[in-house]
């Protein structure tokens, strides 16, 4: 628009145009004025008395200075416009259709000018011309910025976003689609139609006339659940949502929704289902009854013992309004009040009660003492309450009777004392303990069955009138325990506690102890009396619970962090393949004729190997690296590291290996075991900075039913132990609870990246064994693994790895490349030709199966595993069906593919996982190329 503007201009006009950004002034066009002269005005602000043009868009009304060498306006700008010819300039602001200044209209002229009628009249059209141009493209950018956005938010999510705008029948859906259920969008067709082909014909017309019943009604918003075709062939569940765009006559227009694939969610929630069950039978086996409330969705658990207490059939379904309903009415308040505390966030109190029930079936009215707590989520909602029951009817019975008893004999007691013997002999028929005792903690009465425990845990038998603190002088602990217990209920406080007491040298109890006030007829106090049940399996079975449940949150918690560090490895692999591949070419290219250039090279390889290391690191804890597992003699092993320790040691650690003889072999990758035992080795070195002894110690052993039942996954059986100890710090309780946790370490910023021990975790349990650290403060730690004892033939003997020399390739030999990676596939290409092999290249599937009926010569096929439309592994078994003696090698980052299962290689697949160097890629594809055939 300038330069026509120059064109017509019969008096040399100089055209300039700014834009208003804020409250300054940028260059927008000015084709003939001088660089320096534009460049210098660029960024001028607005205001009164700023030039021609900031006077204008400040002001918003035209300025016209005819002369520059004159005019005050052009005070702090005169040395500038006339150094570079510049005597008048008129300005005018740009104004947008609501009144916002957009910018300004400069002419320029190289003599003192003042304007006539018609010199206005052009520049009125100009300025309204180029101020529509302006707006419209501010319009433009901000509808592109919206669609913009509106994309990289579909892109964004994992959702499947599909819009439906149903006037045409047209469906757009996001990348997601691909990804979540591997329908690739070139396939898929663009209509509902499609979409409802690929519901499930079990659901199909349900879900065809549900959203039809929302679009053509008067919704806003639709919701079902339903199971989608993938392209593998298989099912998805899934929760799709839609929300209905409609025109001002009510009329749908336009549909826009989101996929949410719930087959995780439903696999999670059947294995929790599986792990309740066993939790159910545990219970079931024991003396106590479970109940478990899901809180969100108002269902309650009983197993049949629980219901019994509330006389309902083990079949009969229950609720939390059978709960309520069966609680005695004199009960129901109190006991209520103490669950909703127990529920509150606020309080989280402790939901410990006794009630009487009333049978729903039977009206049989029992006791029952119920324990429990509430669970609560991150935002402090409470989404569970759980606990234990015990059916105490016939305690209370005998409570009662004894109650009924001491109410009839406390003025007998009082008014002869000489016959303390009383109160025992009238409670010898019951397997309670009974206890009474004076103030001066001398026994006033003690049944037979109390006196027979006392002796059985003590050694010695009490006698009435004997000071149960004197007794007890030989065990000052246990003594002041008693004393402690005594001493309240004898300062008249009736309460019920829970203890241990006894010799640990000959027995050690659990029991619960209710203690009560002795009072004379006058309703003095004389005494106190206890009432004792042995409860220790019961105590027993509930840490049990309590382990199994901490057991079970820590290995899901595990599970989802290696969930997201695999992710994170897959991606990173696929980057640093290119890196270090790239750096490596490098490095040869230049040789050491360019030393400076060697060594940048070189430190940059330093680093993208150490981030290959911490890459495999997050692969080995989310137990998704390729294990190649062999025969391992672990003596052997452990034998054939002594020097690479004592280096890593260093001098002020003295290294002991105590071999068991006779050790059985085990099946694992022998190179990470080696990274295992190394691993755990120089953390025991960190623990002593100062020196000390680190022991590696190997045994067979066998972790029995008992000890497995604690550890989620892990089986009873036979186990090869490999023991790292050192004479260290140690390890309080709350480190060792978070020690193979990812990323968490003890250590300074720089000493270590957290990943060692949760590599140790990882790979232990994708090999199928156990870890387990024995650690206290100042007394050193060992760390212990297990690995599953191998038996049958291969367990007697090792297999000798022979080794190979790296070399060049024929180029008579022809590969063929298959990466959909555009980088990736380069490098290879280009590595594989620096080893003097004749390379093709492939970028998926379909063009490497049209090279290989071109060109029979090919003997190698390198193929990535994870690739769209047909992955590595379904192209090979094409490929080999076509060509039975095509060699193949299988590259990738991520083992979550079709040619690696339980974190072990298929049977003959050869891979190579990224990142990989060239020497790794030479001596891989010699091997492959060089490997008799059919082997």
């Not at 680190?694 to 186990?719: M, V």
């Not at 990738?892 to 299962?901: E, I, K, Q, S």
């Amino acid at each position: 628009m300038m330069r026509e503007v120059e064109g017509q201009s019969t008096s040399g006009v100089l055209g300039s145009i700014l834009l208003l950004d804020g409250s300054h002034l940028r260059h927008g066009a000015g084709p003939s004025l001088p660089e320096a002269y534009n460049a210098a005005i660029d960024g001028i602000p607005i205001g009164p008395a700023v030039g021609s043009c900031g006077t204008a868009a400040f002001s918003k009304a035209p300025v016209y200075v005819s002369d520059i060498g004159t005019s005050p306006l052009w005070a702090d700008f005169r040395e500038l416009a006339l150094s570079h010819g510049l005597r008048a300039c008129w300005s005018t602001p740009l104004i947008s259709g609501s009144d916002e200044v957009l910018g300004t209209f400069a002419m320029y002229y190289r003599e003192p000018r003042e304007p006539v009628e018609g010199d206005l009249a052009v520049v009125d059209l100009i300025t309204r011309t180029a101020a529509l141009v302006i707006e419209r493209r501010k319009s433009d950018a901000a509808l592109r910025d919206t669609a913009e956005r509106y994309r990289l938010v579909a892109r964004a999510t994992n959702d499947a976003v599909w819009d439906w705008h149903l006037a045409d029948n047209y469906v757009l859906w996001n990348e997601a689609l691909e990804a979540a259920y591997g329908h690739a969008r070139a396939d898929v067709e663009t209509t509902g139609a499609w979409w409802i082909e690929h519901i499930h014909p079990d659901d199909r017309q349900r879900i065809d006339t549900s959203i039809h019943a929302a679009i053509d009604g008067c919704a806003e918003n639709w919701t079902d659940e339903y199971r989608f075709l993938r392209a593998d062939g298989g099912y998805a569940e899934v929760l799709d949502r839609g929300h209905i765009i409609r025109g001002p006559d009510g009329q749908a227009i336009r549909m826009i929704g989101a996929m949410l694939d719930l087959t995780h969610r439903r696999r999670t929630e059947a294995a929790l289902q599986e792990s309740e069950e066993r939790l159910r039978l545990a219970v079931d086996n024991a003396e106590i009854g479970f109940w478990d409330v899901d809180v969100v969705n108002d269902i309650l658990i009983w197993p049949p013992r629980t219901k019994a207490m509330f006389g309902i059939s083990a079949a009969a379904p229950a609720t939390m309004q059978d709960f309520y309903n069966g609680l005695h009415p004199d009960d129901r308040d109190a006991t209520s009040a103490v669950y909703a505390a127990a529920a509150d966030p606020d309080q989280r109190a402790l939901y410990d009660v006794e009630y009487r029930t009333v049978g729903r079936e039977d009206g049989i009215v029992r006791w029952v003492a119920a324990k429990g707590r509430g669970v609560f989520d991150d935002d402090g909602r409470c989404i569970r309450v759980i606990g234990t029951a015990i059916d105490i009817t016939e305690r209370k019975r005998l409570e009662q009777a004894l109650r009924e008893l001491n109410e009839t004999l406390e003025k007998r007691v009082a008014d002869a004392v000489a016959e303390r013997k009383l109160l025992a002999d009238l409670v010898e028929g019951t397997d309670a303990f009974v206890q009474v005792a004076g103030p001066d903690y001398r026994w006033l009465a003690i049944n037979k069955a109390a006196s027979d425990e006392f002796e059985r845990i003590y050694g010695m038998r009490p006698q009435v009138g004997q000071s149960m603190l004197k007794v007890l002088d030989g065990y000052p602990e246990h003594r002041a325990a008693v004393a402690a217990v005594w001493g309240r209920a004898l300062a008249g406080e009736e309460f019920t506690e829970v203890g241990e007491f006894g010799d640990e040298s000959r027995d050690r109890r659990t029991y619960e102890m209710k203690y009560n006030v002795l009072r004379d007829s006058a309703g003095r106090q004389i005494g106190a009396y206890q009432f004792v049940y042995d409860v220790t399996e019961r105590a027993e079975e509930q840490r049990r619970l309590a382990a199994m449940e901490e057991a079970l949150r820590q290995a899901q918690k595990m599970e989802a962090v290696g969930q997201l560090t695999g992710g994170i490895a897959h991606d990173f692999n696929n980057m640093l393949a290119v890196v270090i591949g790239s750096l490596d070419l490098l490095g040869r290219r230049i040789g050491a004729g360019d030393p400076r250039a060697k060594r940048y090279v070189d430190a940059a390889t330093d680093g993208a190997r150490r981030a290959a290391t911490l890459t495999q690191r997050l692969l080995a804890f989310s137990r998704q690296q390729p294990l190649k597992p062999e025969t391992v003699d672990a003596n052997k092993l452990v034998a054939g590291m002594s020097d690479l320790l004592r280096h890593s040691l260093g001098g002020d650690v003295r290294l002991e290996t105590v071999l068991a003889g006779g050790l059985w072999r085990t099946h694992a990758d022998p190179n990470q075991l080696e990274n295992v035992i190394l691993n755990l080795a120089i953390n025991g070195r960190d623990a002593m900075p100062g020196g000390g002894r680190l022991t590696i110690e190997t045994a067979n052993c066998h972790l029995d039913a008992r000890y497995t039942s604690t550890h989620l996954g892990l089986q009873a059986g036979h186990y090869v132990l490999i023991a790292v100890t050192d004479t260290g710090a140690g390890m309080p309780p709350n480190i060792i609870a978070k020690a193979f946790d990812p990323f968490f370490t003890t250590k300074e910023v720089g000493k270590g990246t957290g990943l060692g021990l949760s590599q140790v975790y990882g790979f232990v349990k994708q090999s199928g064994g156990h870890v387990k650290i024995y650690s206290e403060p100042g007394e050193g730690t060992t760390i212990k693994v297990y690995l599953p004892r191998l038996t049958g033939a291969d367990s007697e003997h090792d297999e000798e790895q022979p080794l190979s020399d790296l070399p060049f390739g024929d180029r008579q030999e022809v590969v063929l490349v298959v990466e959909d990676e555009p980088a990736v596939r380069q490098f290879s290409v280009d590595a594989l030709t620096e080893l003097g092999y004749q390379v093709l290249e492939a970028d998926g599937a379909a063009a490497a199966l049209r090279l290989l009926d071109a060109h029979p010569e090919i003997a190698l096929m390198f193929t990535d595993v994870v690739m769209p439309e047909v992955n590595g592994a379904k192209l090979a078994e094409e490929a080999r069906r076509r060509r039975p003696d095509l060699r193949v090698l299988f590259t990738t980052g991520y083992t979550r593919n079709a040619v690696v299962h339980n974190g072990v290689l298929d049977p003959g697949v050869e891979m190579i996982g990224k990142p990989y160097t060239i020497e790794e890629l030479a001596a891989k594809v010699r091997d492959v190329l060089d490997a008799p055939e059919g082997g």
